[in-house]
């Protein structure tokens, strides 16, 4: 069989929409990329979760899109659309955070311009392999060079809770119970916090470590090349301790987030405490499952190439692309929470344009093309 | 931002071509170098701050780019003086200003927009980024290195008595050693003729500059001269840090520009003269005399006369006969800030506009009188024969 078409992303969320925005960009036609996805919206999972903890705001800011180019970033795009400089001047005090809606007409205004509806399969990809100058995705047909851009591999609820009636999720759509205790200690807890006080309800923030402040995810440089040459540098041993202390829980500083927990506290409707004690509801802000294992397909492609691996993570290039399966003529690269063995950032928009950056260059340096 | 070192000189460098190349344009357009000089300055010190903030800051957000801005000015601005770059204050500040905004543009706009990954790889630009780079700094020693074999040669003066009279016609800086004194004069017929640290005594004139463009006297000493202390005939000159004893005499004056109307403006600035006709005399010259202390004059302490054009500023004028300030002969004179004390009457001479003047304005002459101190003076401020004295607006 011969290889058939150029490129494909598997995952049809919002870092696979990077990818393709971006490989169009650089030139490639609808025809020659194949997207395989569930949701032909490629904000659909994301849209509900964010739903699920009444997010308004986003945590990324100016450059957190999902054009190719950086400029013009969200601030610039809201300071025209609304006609005043205030945007871009927040912008300049780091103080801009778009709104979940901007962000969402966003994603939908890439979407059409980008002709991602002609590329995109509702399929579900359950096998990728290596194959002679390219991949076979089981039943799908064989690519050239494949990006991975399968997400989150779920949401992660503690072992004890699993079965617990009273327990459910952040992300999964919810109300709130006059008692609420409130699992974690990041970015959706700290939302959760507040939307649970705003709501009436009595909170026990249930945490047995503090969480860090910060804006954004990580430190800003190691989103830019300045942190990363270092990261880069690590070997295997500090490397994964290196994600694992940064995927410590951590949401941003600044009055927003504290005041009303400082209300709530003086007036005993919130505390720190460190195990659950019988509240009415029980919301699992903990994020989501975590490892290469716990995706099937990550973990089929691991399994069956014998790919390097460290602790939770697929050992990656510089790039994103799997060394072992990439070379001049093919490639095979990984975007989302799965690259972060490249970019610790890899979970957000700046995560997602920096491997699909990699990808499209290497798409682009293809001997074959 | 976070830049790479790397990332802050090639943005830094390629955000200066535009600039450069104006700076360029100007210096051909004027025949001067401080464009250039000004620009190089600018980029040189740009570049150090890039390398001392690389080391010190990992994250640089927008807003620090305006507090960054300021020091890098003060710091322009200082190696300026320290280099005695003759580039005009509005000039270098509008230049600085435009090149700052325009690196503002290019950083946070067209670099981005031209370069997927700019923010990503810390500033830097790639393979077209390294050779602007190396265009802007093979361009500045380019022009850093014309621009010395253009200099003109340094002649450092002994200390000691030296005859003169001394003639200077070719382009040359004479700095003297302390303790280099000129007996009998210095003649300049060159341009770019610099002197410096340099004491005369006696002479026709103490310094004679005849014909001659961008010619400066930086902390020249001059007494003993039968006419003028300095003498200037169709030339632009910049006078600075003078002192001047001018022998009581009929014809003997401090400073003397004449005739160069057309001519780029000329300078006196903080000089001091005492004694002598007149300390500082223009006549249909284009000058600006400021921050200058004159006494002891025997018939005007400051004259712009002859249809002269002057800016007259931050003097002091003191202990003169007749006159301290005079705008005379259909001169344009703006006149403000200045220190006007003790001007006597010159009973002898009968003539009523001299009986101890603070500031006239004589014959047509239009005079602009700002925010100036007269005391002491009998005579007060005064407008005679068709002269106009007024406020600024």
């Known amino acids: 069989m011969s290889v058939t078409k150029e490129c494909a992303i598997v995952g049809g969320g919002l870092a696979g929409l990077v990818g393709y925005a971006t490989l169009r960009h650089r030139g490639l036609t609808p025809a020659e990329i194949a997207v395989f996805g569930t949701d032909p919206d ?15 705001r986003m945590r990324s800011e100016s450059d957190g899109h999902c054009a190719p180019r950086s400029f013009p970033g969200l601030a610039v795009r809201a300071a025209l659309r609304r006609k005043t400089p205030v945007p871009v001047v927040e912008s300049w005090l780091d103080r801009y955070r778009p709104t979940v809606d901007e962000f969402l007409e966003h994603v939908e205004k890439i979407r059409a311009e980008s002709g991602w509806d002609e590329s995109f399969r509702r399929r579900r990809v359950a096998r990728i392999s290596a194959v002679d100058g390219g991949f076979e995705l089981e039943g799908l047909g064989r690519f050239r060079h494949v990006l991975v851009a399968t997400g989150h591999p779920g949401l992660a609820v503690p072992r004890e809770l699993q079965r617990d009636p009273r327990a459910i999720h952040a992300y999964e759509p919810h109300d709130y119970a006059e008692n609420v205790e409130i699992v974690g200690a990041g970015m959706a807890a700290a939302t959760e916090w507040l939307n649970a006080l705003a709501a009436g309800a009595n909170v026990v923030s249930v945490r047995r470590r503090e969480p860090e402040r910060r804006p ?125 063995w490249a970019f610790p950032a890899a979970d ?22 | 931002m976070s830049f790479t070192l790397r990332g802050r000189i090639e943005s830094r460098l390629a955000a200066a071509l535009a600039p450069l190349l104006a700076a360029l344009g100007l210096a051909l357009a004027i025949t001067e170098w401080w464009p250039l ?28 780019s305006l507090p960054l801005a300021a020091l890098e000015l003060a710091a322009i601005m200082g190696v300026v003086y320290a280099l005695d770059i003759s580039a005009p204050l509005t000039v270098a500040l509008a230049f600085f200003a435009g090149s700052w905004l325009l690196g503002l543009v290019l950083m946070h706009g067209v670099f981005p927009y031209m370069r997927l990954s700019y923010g990503e790889d810390g500033g830097e630009l790639g393979r077209a980024g390294a050779v602007v780079a190396v265009l802007v700094l093979v361009s500045l020693a380019l022009f850093a290195g014309v621009a010395l074999a253009m200099q003109p040669p340094t002649v450092h003066l ?79 000159v910049a ?12 014809y003997a004056q401090g400073i003397d520009i004449s005739f160069g109307f057309d001519l780029a403006p000329s300078i006196v600035e903080d000089c001091t003269v005492v004694g002598g006709r007149e300390g500082i005399v223009t006549h249909f010259a284009n000058a600006h005399v400021e921050d200058n202390r004159v006494s002891g004059t025997t018939l005007r302490g400051l004259t712009l006369t002859e249809m002269s054009m002057a800016m007259v500023e931050g003097n002091e004028v003191t202990d003169a006969l007749g006159v301290g300030i005079f705008c005379g002969d259909y001169s344009e004179c703006e006149i403000d800030d200045n220190s006007v004390r003790g001007i006597r009457p010159d009973q002898a001479s009968g003539d009523t506009t001299r009986m101890g003047v603070g500031i006239l304005a004589h014959y047509g002459a239009k005079a602009v009188l700002g925010e100036n101190e007269v005391s002491d003076s009998p005579g007060g401020t005064r407008a005679v024969l068709g002269a106009e004295i007024s406020r600024p607006d």
């Open chain 1, 216 to 340: 954004l995810n990580l430190p800003r440089q190691l989103f830019t090349r300045r942190g990363l040459a270092t990261f880069h540098r690590t070997d295997v041993a500090e490397r994964q301790a290196m994600l694992r202390r940064w995927s410590a829980p951590s949401y941003p500083a600044g009055r927003a987030w504290d005041e009303p927990v400082e209300r709530a506290r003086r007036a005993g409707r919130f505390r720190v405490a460190a195990e659950l004690n019988g509240s009415d509801q029980v919301i699992c802000a903990t994020g989501f499952e975590r490892g290469y294992a716990q995706d099937p397909l990550l973990a089929r492609l691991v399994a069956e190439h014998g790919l390097a691996t460290a602790g939770n993570w697929i050992v990656l290039e510089p790039d994103s692309t799997i060394g072992a399966l990439t070379d001049g003529e093919r490639t095979l690269a990984l975007a989302g929470v799965a690259g972060q």
């Open chain 1, 42 to 56: 490629p904000a659909g999972q994301w849209r509900v979760r964010a739903a699920a903890i009444r997010q308004r």
């Open chain 2, 239 to 250: 006078i600075r840090n003078c002192l001047i004893h001018s022998p009581a005499g009929d």
């Open chain 2, 158 to 236: 002994a200390a000691g008595i030296h005859e003169g009279p001394l003639i200077l016609d070719r382009a040359q800086n004479l700095v003297g050693e302390p303790g280099a004194v000129v007996r009998g004069g210095i003649v300049v017929t060159a341009d770019n003729v610099t002197i410096r640290n340099v004491t005369v005594i006696g002479g026709e004139n103490g310094i004679e500059v005849d014909d001659a463009h961008n010619v400066t006297l930086d902390r020249v000493r001059i007494s003993g001269a039968k006419l003028d202390g300095i003498h200037v005939r169709r030339s632009s």
């Open chain 2, 37 to 64: 000089a000004l620009a190089g300055t600018m980029i040189a010190v740009g570049l150090v701050f890039e390398v001392v903030l690389d080391r010190r800051i990992d994250y640089q957000p927008g807003w620090a």
């Open chain 1, 348 to 369: 957000t928009l700046m995560g997602a344009k920096y491997a699909a950056r990699g990808f499209t260059r290497r798409v682009e340096a293809c001997r074959s093309r």
